[in-house]
């Protein structure tokens, strides 16, 4: 409650939930003139929306952004823009099943447990179509981006599905947009889709890590100690549903390295300092390095599985559930453009923060 | 910046650099009539204080914390708490070689392209040593805990040093404090003690991967969606010096499980729901289930080592570097109390937070 | 931007403007379980609604209200709560005259200064209209303090319009539902109602001073230094707008008292401390009292009126103005159910606040 | 509390207590390379500071101020400000009378029916005395505010003490710094000094209005709806100890005039927008229009006075008090350096807001 909002200057409430008459994003601080509307957003929305392929969820949802307030004559004014999604798939036959028994590995226990109320509709608030709303806002932010700091590219794309990892070597920009999993690595695409029909058919799940990188950021942005700008991206991301684990940069496997190994070492190019790799993901003490930025995170797999599990009733009792219904036999597939928006807004807040706090202030190397 | 502060209801603002006459904690929004006396927050000082054995830096400060204001007969008021640590060790020799270079991987550069300024002196705000602040805070919080909801044990260790993980099976708590690495392998510390050994007279450096656990929180803590109990984790930890990657529970190793394996199976206990596993790490949706709470973070290797490293001038000339001085070969031993800090500051907040916005309301299940 | 919200624990974030498709407030940190339905919220929509009476503006705006998220099966959940009132009257025509002139008086100038963008619809975001969203959400706001501190009863009503001031030794309670100017003094009801007739009929316009009580509020509410109980409501009342006053008890006339006749002497009474008087209008050092909570806020004469006024165009050439148009003679009328939905929205932030704050550790007197 | 920070993106948090050992601003925001030192801030400590003429307390303190952070070489780095001043005059002799008893028109009693701690040496965290925080504060916000928009003068000073007004027909700049009360009117210092000598003899007191004016600040400064100007600035000052009132240009005298003499008539003059006069004090829909913006407010007479008042003990006896000790007889002399130092904060967090949201895109007329 009261924090339903991300972003210092750029900030988006979203709200509504998946069964409910809408939902969107309240977005308050874009700055005023930038060129936006329905279409723009839409474009990003379609990206995710669920039931274009058979990997995904075959719910119907048009996932119809309108905007209800913050522009005039085609440009921001400034003023709050609202987002709204209305939902048109609100079938409710589907929740008799769920409706006394929590599913293990799901938000209902813990949602009842803090506001002792069963929103037993399709997982309520705690559904993953609030990120749809995200969605939406990431796509004003691009917009918002493209006109105060233009050459800012951001893409995300799957280097994990399950036990199985993409070939960096095979890495393939043009890839990404090419196959149902948004993955660089076409190879890994073709066996993906063998691994994942089985899982479906199986009505089993499974997990996946979702990369986003931003290419042709400044230097500078990110604001230390407690808005380090990987500080925003591991809260943004971590805010995902079924996200686990974050990483900047080398990530994890940072804890491996000696020092020799892990220093990116710094040289003088033409446009400014270049550095020999990346192990940082393009951040040094919290601010962009002008490098890549790079962020990584692990979604796990969807509890909503045809396997029997152990679990209580509301009035706590011992029983079995089996979830049926129309779910995704790997959601990490849909969190590439959420991972994508959550950045998108995330480097906005800090373009914004930056020309507050310091201005034109930077200090200029060479 | 005006980013100096986190928390949303227990609020602490950290404040001074390496060198400078004094840093501390502003800490708002502690509850009155909490025991408190500069004892106490020593206690946990002097746990990461440096110095302490050969495998820490060797820089002497006392780290005495005085408290400035918000307490009176010995509790606290409820007003801001201000937690002082006169700097003593102030050698300004040290930094005459790194005036005008950049170490790499260190932020010494970023912070000179945002602000445009220099401070060479150890790092300036940049220095771990900020995270001093942050264990006094938590000493503060510890205390504040215990007043308000008795039973929660916070506890960090160390789980791995570079290449050397610890063996789960020879896990012991009473082993933690028996060792200068905070780790509960007694095994393991004996080989680490030979290994970081080595790097140290080779003047080299290694990452760490550092776990806490807090048991005993109740069900219910986290604010969906953007204040989440993970989120707010994720956050806490990614801010800490030279983190790069942070987990809960199962964290990126949940991308590789599949749905039954990942689920964790409710049964009705005595006390309330149990769980079979612990995949989670003890949240589901961004709220606490009441199982414990495990979040992991990975710190690499400082960038101070004695290996010639590329770098450039702040006039952006071509040059080289090897950092001398006072050291540490493994941040990530100092980095345990520091995430048993970040532990306790996030899980007062959400219980303020939980009392604030949800009362007595919560569900109740059996 | 980024700044349309207000409240900390109970966190209102309106959008939309005048004239465009819709507007609302998306109602972040309501406590869950409070009953609620539209209906409810509308009973104080239409205390606002314009066209009433001849009063009043005669736009013709239905204002119905919809909640589109954050209630199940009749009660709060816990999430955010979007109210949505669609803008039914947008005639266009009424815009040629003033769409490149500015109108002195009103924020035409500066918005455009501001942000570069002439939204001349209305008025756009800065129309009064804005403000049925404050009603929505303070409508909301009752019924959760009703269900978290029953006995709390809020009212507004019109002390001066004009010149003419109401004379205190009339007032009456149940008077201030009886006439079209929320007014306790009935006598001043009749007099107002010829004066402003006049007004009206000659295209001008007039101020007024509107009081707010709220009675039952409980001791210790109110959070020093800066969010102090007075220093919220004076945020919450000049937010209105046209507002240019804000009082507290005694308000600026406390400036012509000496101690001695400023200080509200304590008695011990059968259920607490009781005051010989209200100069402090129920709040000290930022903290209720327990006696009513006063505030009063002037509201400037519309701007918009028939006499003609000099200005300039949006290319800088001197001008005349005058404002056709269905507008408020007295825009202080509208603005009473304004500033009691604000108070509602302050006493159950500071409710909640204090809850999450201090909880149970409140001082016992006697 | 949570609640001792104002300011968005200058965010200044007061901790400290009247008679612990220091209180201080911890000042996040302020932009790097702003030259400061304690000096500069000093200067204005000084003129707040008491005993300094027969007309303000006789309590004894040096006010000196020491910056513990966030300068380097003379220049701010962009990281948190320190600003300590040590409490120097303890005498713990004052407060035997008070300690059980409530002083009426004080906090003592609602700080203690909030918290359940009485802390009753001198007021505690509610003393007046906190304001020095904000003054040094201040003065490091003028400073900045220098820095990045040269030309904006702010001056406050006292329009009305009792039922003593001065005459604006007199009003000189120069005689602000020449008398005791900082006041403009020469004669109106002469008959107060007369007045005030009478009122301390007798140890009564007595309230005032300061005024506050800002000149040369551009248009464009605000960030409707929650964070206008005016908003800012009436909680800004509301949050200042004593003070009951808050006005804007006009004021609640707004409420007297009609439409036609509120109205600032605009005309283009050689720099841009003229206005014939500022009813409304240099802010429109909460946005600067360029003219001087004017903030005014009643200060409360102190309650400590050496008339004996009616009261209760801590355990709620009936009982009566005299308040002896060093007192202001006029409160509202020390109030203007603070009402001066809030409006430099105020400009300089909104010139830093207007930056990072709106940046260039200011619309241009003529």
């Known amino acids: 409650m009261s924090m339903n909002s ?20 309240t977005v308050d601080g874009c700055p005023p003139g930038v060129a936006i509307d329905a279409g723009k957003i839409q474009h990003w929305l379609d990206k995710r929306k669920p039931g274009q392929n058979k990997y995904t969820t075959q719910r119907r949802e048009a996932d119809e952004v309108k905007i209800l307030s913050g522009t005039f ?3 921001t004014t400034g003023t709050p823009v609202q987002l709204m999604i209305e939902n048109t798939d609100q079938r409710s036959k589907d929740y008799g099943d769920i409706k006394d028994k929590f599913r293990p590995g799901h938000a209902d226990i813990t949602y009842f447990q803090k506001y002792g109320v069963r929103d037993y509709r399709g997982g309520g608030r705690s559904s993953a179509r609030e990120t749809a709303a995200r969605v939406a806002a990431g796509g004003l932010a691009r917009e918002a981006i493209n006109a105060i700091a233009p050459g800012i590219d951001i893409k995300g794309y799957m280097t994990r599905m399950g036990a199985h990892e993409i070939d960096r070597s095979r890495f393939d920009w043009d890839q990404i947009d090419a196959n149902p999993f948004w993955t660089p690595d076409a190879q890994a695409a073709d066996e993906w889709a063998n691994y994942l029909d089985g899982l479906r058919k199986s009505g089993s799940s499974v997990g996946a890590v979702i990369e986003v990188v931003a290419r042709g950021v400044p230097a500078g942005l990110g ?11 591991a809260a943004a991301m971590m805010s995902i549903n079924a996200v686990k684990g974050v990483e900047i940069g080398e990530g994890m496997s940072a804890a491996m390295l000696t020092g020799e ?26 601010i962009s390095t002008g490098q890549d930025v790079v962020v990584r995170f692990a979604v796990k797999p ?14 706590g009792e011992d029983t079995e559930i089996i979830t049926k219904g129309r ?13 994508e928006a959550m950045m998108a807004c995330v ?8 020309r507050g706090q310091v201005g034109e202030n930077q200090g200029h190397i060479g």
Chains 1, 2, 3, 4 share one sequence.
């Open 223 to 233: 604001a230390p100690i407690y808005a380090k700008l990987d500080t925003d991206l």
């Open 302 to 315: 969807t509890s909503s599985i045809l396997t029997t599990r152990k679990t209580i009733t509301k009035s």
């Open 261 to 286: 190994l892990n220093a990116d070492e710094i040289s003088m190019g033409p446009d400014g300092p270049e550095y020999s790799s990346n192990h940082s993901g393009g951040i040094l003490g919290g």
């Open 347 to 354: 480097l906005l807040d800090h373009l914004l923060l930056h």
């Open 6 to 25: 991300f972003g210092h200057l750029f900030r988006v409430t979203t709200w509504g939930e998946s069964h409910g008459p809408a939902l969107g994003a």
């Open 327 to 339: 779910h995704d036999p790997c959601v990490g597939i849909r969190a590439v453009p959420v991972g």
């Open 73 to 75: 004559e085609g440009v």
